[in-house]
């Protein structure tokens, strides 16, 4: 009976914080994309040593492995990375190169307007990616499970996949050629590019705890009846590790002002043709006299 009544009067008083007018959360969200698709494709790869595909595991791990932070109040929401020291040495020109295609700039939601704004900076270049909040249709399933101590439901829905998020990139489904096997070695494609597409469209999986009413969530997931605790979308992982309802330190949630305004359409636009250019640069110096590619690594 006692534990009932203590668990009774938790709620109660989550009930009430989660309404006061200064009410603020903290979310800590662990981030992990799988790779396996890649280190597949390096496998494959003579011109890859076990000691380049072991460096390139580490740095790989590194890019899709990450921690951010989920501050939010009723209506609004700033959503970063975790600020980590780098150790001396541990990020060549190649590893910059990918994180900028990766973005990963601060996320600001405001469920209210609808709307959201991201500032990242691309290839040295500021941006501030300002649209209209995706419309989610969630189909609720039905079933439930706990995530650090909160009663989750399970929705799912399919949604457009952004051009500019290299990380939904898959390999391509192709038949193999009957006479495959006797290409010679010279002709063999080292450009992982040239075998991995974007798809259209993707099914997510969320988890969100009806306990903590505000329509918030990881990236630039919400629309759910409560915090959005996890996300899985077949590729990406993101899942709350630690969450802080009404810390002493407040955090001011203010929507990012630096970089060219433009829209999401306009900024896959531009990443698009960079990726492209990129591209037709690696293909045209990874050639070596005998019109072999070669694989250059790091700065």
């Given at each position: 009976m ?14 009430f914080?989660?309404?006061a ?5 903290m ?14 494709r390096?496998q494959?790869n003579?011109?890859?040593t ?5 460096m390139i595991?580490?740095?790989?791990k ?10 939010f ?17 541990q990020?060549?020109g190649?590893m910059r190169m ?10 600001y939601?405001?469920v ?27 189909k609720?399933?039905?079933e ?9 439901f399970?929705?799912t ?6 051009k ?8 391509k489904?192709e ?5 495959e ?15 991995v ?12 705890a009806?306990e903590i009413?505000?329509?918030?969530g990881?990236e ?18 993101v899942?709350?590790s630690?969450?802080?309802l ?6 001011v ?22 990726t ?10 990874g050639?070596?006299?005998s019109?072999?590619?070669?694989i250059r690594?790091?700065?």
């Amino acid at each position: 009976m006692k534990s009932i009544f203590v668990t009774s009067a938790f709620i109660v008083l989550s009930f009430f914080n989660l309404h006061a007018q200064d009410f603020q959360g903290m979310a800590v969200y662990e981030s992990k994309t799988s790779t396996a698709d890649f280190k597949s494709r390096m496998q494959g790869n003579k011109d890859i040593t076990p000691e380049m595909q072991k460096m390139i595991e580490e740095r790989t791990k590194q890019m899709f492995e990450k921690t951010f932070i989920l501050n939010f109040d009723k209506s609004t929401s700033i959503y970063k990375e975790e600020e980590k020291l780098d150790a001396p040495g541990q990020q060549g020109g190649g590893m910059r190169m990918m994180m900028a295609f990766l973005g990963g700039g601060p996320i600001y939601k405001n469920v209210k307007t609808k709307s959201y704004a991201i500032a990242n900076e691309f290839m040295g270049k500021e941006f501030l990616v300002k649209d209209s909040l995706p419309e989610i249709n969630w189909k609720m399933e039905g079933e439930s499970r706990m995530i650090g101590g909160y009663n989750c439901f399970k929705a799912t829905a399919v949604i457009p996949v952004s051009k500019s998020d290299f990380r939904n990139m898959r390999p391509k489904k192709e038949e193999p050629k009957k006479d495959e096997a006797k290409a010679p070695d010279a002709d063999k494609k080292t450009n992982f590019m040239d075998d991995v597409e974007m798809p259209k469209e993707i099914t997510v999986t969320a988890w969100y705890a009806p306990e903590i009413p505000v329509n918030q969530g990881p990236e630039k997931y919400w629309g759910l009846p409560g915090l959005i605790l996890e996300i899985n979308d077949g590729k990406t992982i993101v899942l709350c590790s630690k969450l802080v309802l009404n810390p002493k330190d407040k955090v001011v949630i203010k929507e990012p002002t630096n970089g060219e305004v433009v829209s999401q359409k306009k900024y896959d636009e531009i990443v698009i043709k960079k990726t492209e250019e990129m591209r037709e640069q690696f293909q045209n110096r990874g050639r070596d006299g005998s019109g072999n590619r070669t694989i250059r690594i790091g700065g």
